[in-house]
């Protein structure tokens, strides 16, 4: 082969390599990648029971609950217009407390409440995660756009 | 005054930068290189003295505590213990840009006085385009990031600094990592000056080779200190997340080892010129885009560092520049650089390249993934995260191929390889393969995918070994060593992930909870006064079979800043380690604790710095090897 063939041989090479990473990668973001919800969307939304998705806002103060098995805590997660019932079984981070930002991987129960596998920590704690900021700002507002009666 | 004489020092250094770009050229324009060398040279080196200058300042005042600086205010605080005061320089924004361009300095300091051989108007090329790097990292650094920044009044006690920080696997991590970032932009420099001077070949590949090797070896090294510390230090029992923040390292990475595979057959054969140029760009890039993803907070990170958007723009700013330059001037030169030599399939560059071909795709892979909640987020406004399912599911139909080749690779000559003195000598290897997946299958492992990785590990390992037949130079062994270090982590990932138990118990003083053949029995839960925490340690004794030992684990409470740490235990046994975290009291006497057995984990980070231990050796092998040319080349007229 020529070293010029060669040279455009390769060019395709690199491109099927490409493609070859991009035909890979749909398949696997579609069962990979999961939305974020703040309390008042998940309510909304018609979430499928099962469907990996992610679900930030505030611990709602007073509503920790430990389970008598010592490992699980049911908690509600706000963002000050809807309130999702939450379930864990784990140690929880070292920066989850009442009226803290928290979020939470897992998914829907059927009865309404979300199974969460793991929750997220910092390693700061003045950090607010970005979608919990804006989820709040947004609840916020909607909340002042309200029609008061 | 101190903290002054750091400041000037920094705004010296950049009138040096300015002095080596802009100086350089217009010499270089009316006089000759011999002059524009004596202009840049010195320059550099001075520049280098600055930076190190200027980075002793800072962590002379973080030793002193000397409040009136707000990094040591916001960040220290009298009661840490020494070591961490010292460390605590660069655990932070300003002090790890400062660090960043103090390397940078530093490396360009030395690369000024080597890099002979390709002649003196390719060195000015070489400190120009270095001084036009640190120029925009001084820039970014006295504008919005100034280390030196006084607060009045001073305070008397500073803020602290957040605990998981507090930790020897931190304190070397980051420099670690920007030896190996900043340790690519020399690569970076190199491809710039070559497509200016039209350079571009085998003896200037030859020439940059050891620098990209070093870079990727701290970088290697950098990662596996960091996947450690997160897993000692985070207590979540893992090892890697696929959270931004560290692939934002791993990317470098990728294009690193393609980088230097590439660059091999370059300087052997005259190949890949282009593809070696725009990998030696894009390796750089990926080192920016990852201080850009890091230092931004574009992308929600279990990682998150106290992030500013205003810095986050000015590095793409930056990033834009340089990545945006570099390839402009590509796109103009890559058409005048004339095509190298053809080559076969069956050849060790062939290999290389099917090896180029496959990293660049499990960079694309992981590129995609890190950046697709970007893309989501602004075409669709929804927030995205992307998830260890992904990448595990997209990368193993890559990786595995990778190990196999890995192993074959090096066997096969330059130009072509003889097919059947090959399957002789692979032969041996095989059958390694096959043992170590038979052993597989009598310690119990029945997934596939585990016994085929392996298998794979094994073939990798026992290849790497049976390379060295017949081979006795250090470069070779370099090779040798770091292929077997991939063998080795690529087992240690295959156990813990197949072989993983996990299991969360909630149990008082004097009972006993029950983990596979573990029996863990927690004896007492006791108050602990450390010199800036106080902390609550649960005694747990364990016994498996003959063998009994205690862990430890415990929950700190940090005065300043303050702030909850849970601190793990970890036995590491002959086949794996034992892993148990403390959480929190029930209230009824009882206190949650998670156990994790992790079967071979620690091959993971043996074979980390194995591998980064192997890039080292090829280094010193290469510089030997050039020793032992000259000599030769200097005795033979007499002979």
Redesign the interface.
């Known amino acids: 082969?020529?070293?010029?063939h060669?040279?455009l041989a390769?060019a395709g090479?690199?491109v099927?390599?490409?493609i070859?990473?991009?035909l890979?990668?749909m398949?696997?973001?579609k069962?990979?990648?999961?939305?974020?919800y703040a309390p008042a969307d998940l309510a909304a939304a018609n979430v499928t029971p099962g469907q990996?998705i992610?679900l930030g806002g505030l611990v709602e103060e007073g509503s920790v609950e430990?389970q008598p098995?010592?490992?699980t805590i049911h908690f509600r997660v706000t963002d000050r217009l809807e309130a999702i019932p939450v379930r864990y079984?784990?140690?929880?981070p070292?920066?989850f407390r009442e009226g803290q930002g928290v979020?939470a991987?897992g998914s829907m129960d059927p009865d309404g409440t979300f199974a969460a596998d793991s929750l997220?920590?910092?390693?700061?704690?003045?950090?607010m995660?970005?979608?919990v900021a804006?989820a709040l700002a947004k609840a916020e507002a909607e909340a002042k756009a309200r029609p008061v009666l | 005054m101190i903290p002054e004489l750091g400041h000037f020092a920094l705004w010296l250094a950049a009138a040096l930068a300015c002095a080596q770009l802009f100086g350089g050229e217009i010499t270089l324009r009316r006089q000759d290189s011999r002059r524009a060398l004596d202009l840049v040279v010195p320059a550099a080196a001075a520049q280098a003295f600055l930076c190190v200058g200027a980075f002793a300042m800072l962590i002379y005042c973080f030793a002193v505590s000397d409040f009136s600086v707000k990094l040591v205010a916001t960040n220290s605080h009298t009661m840490k213990p020494f070591g961490y005061k010292l460390t605590g320089a660069w655990a932070n924004h300003e002090g790890s840009m400062l660090l960043w361009v103090t390397v940078l300095a530093f490396f360009a300091g030395v690369a000024a006085f080597r890099a002979t051989a390709l002649g003196d108007r390719f060195r000015v090329r070489l400190m120009q385009v270095t001084g036009a790097l640190s120029l925009g990292f001084y820039s970014y650094l006295l504008i919005s990031s100034n280390p030196f920044e006084r607060l009045t009044p001073a305070p008397s006690e500073g803020n602290g600094l957040n605990p998981l920080l507090q930790d020897p696997g931190l304190a070397f991590h980051p420099p670690l990592l920007y030896l190996g970032y900043v340790g690519l932009s020399i690569a970076f420099a190199f491809a710039v000056a070559a497509l200016i001077e039209r350079q571009v070949g085998p003896l200037w590949a030859r020439t940059v080779k050891p620098w990209i090797l070093a870079a990727w070896a701290f970088l290697t090294a950098g990662i596996t200190l960091g996947s450690f510390w997160a897993y000692y230090e985070l207590g979540w029992g893992g090892w890697w997340f696929w959270d931004p923040v560290e692939n934002a390292s791993l990317m470098p990475w990728l294009a690193a080892t393609a980088l230097f595979h590439s660059t091999s057959v370059l300087a052997q054969r005259d190949a890949l010129r282009n593809w070696t140029i725009l990998l030696a760009v894009a390796a750089f890039s990926f080192s920016m885009i990852g201080t850009f993803i890091v230092r931004s907070g574009l992308l929600t990170s279990v990682h998150a560092f106290a992030v500013d958007p205003e810095r986050g723009f000015y590095l793409l700013v930056l990033l834009g520049i340089y990545v945006g330059g570099a390839l402009a001037l590509y796109a103009v030169r890559a058409g005048t650089v004339t095509a190298g030599a053809g080559f076969r399939l069956m050849s060790r560059e062939g290999a290389l390249v099917i090896n180029n071909l496959l990293l660049s795709a499990i960079l694309g892979v992981v590129f995609i993934g890190t950046m697709y909640p970007v893309g989501v987020e602004a075409i669709t406004g929804a927030r995205v995260s992307v998830g260890p399912p992904y990448f595990e599911a997209a990368l193993i139909p890559l990786i595995l191929p990778l190990l196999l080749l890995m192993a074959i690779g090096p066997f096969l000559r330059w130009k072509k390889t003889d097919s059947s003195k090959l399957k002789r000598r692979l032969f041996p290897v095989l059958i390694a393969a096959l043992a170590a997946a038979l052993i597989a299958v009598l310690f119990g492992i029945k997934s596939v995918l585990a016994i085929t990785g392996v298998g794979i590990a094994a073939w990798l390992a026992a290849a790497s070994i049976a390379m060295l037949r017949g081979r006795r130079d250090i470069s070779t062994l370099g090779t040798s060593v770091a292929h077997l270090g991939a063998a080795i982590l690529a087992l240690g990932v295959t156990v813990s992930a197949t072989g993983s138990l996990e299991r969360t118990v909630s149990i008082g003083p004097g009972e006993v909870a029950r983990m596979a053949d573990f029996k863990v029995r927690m004896d007492n839960v006791e108050p602990l006064a450390g010199p800036n925490y106080t902390s609550i340690m649960s005694t747990l004794s364990i016994s498996r079979g003959g063998t009994e030992f205690v862990l430890r684990p415990e929950r700190r409470a940090f005065v300043r800043p303050m702030q909850q740490t849970t601190e793990t235990d970890i036995a590491p046994l002959w086949n794996g380690n034992l892993y148990a975290v403390l959480g929190e009291g029930n209230g009824d006497g009882r206190w949650q604790v998670r156990l994790n057995w992790q079967p071979l984990i620690a091959l993971i980070w043996i074979g980390g710095i194995i591998t980064a231990l192997g890039g080292m050796l090829a280094i010193y092998g290469r510089a030997a090897q050039r020793r032992e040319d000259r000599r030769q080349a200097l005795g033979s007229p007499a002979a």
Do not use: C
């Open positions: 082969m020529k070293p010029k060669q040279r390769l090479a690199a099927t390599a490409l070859v990473a991009v890979l990668a398949p696997a973001m069962a990979g990648a999961s939305f974020f990996a992610r430990r098995d010592g490992i079984a784990g140690l929880v070292d920066l979020i991987d997220l920590a910092k390693h700061d704690e003045n950090y995660p970005p979608e804006d």
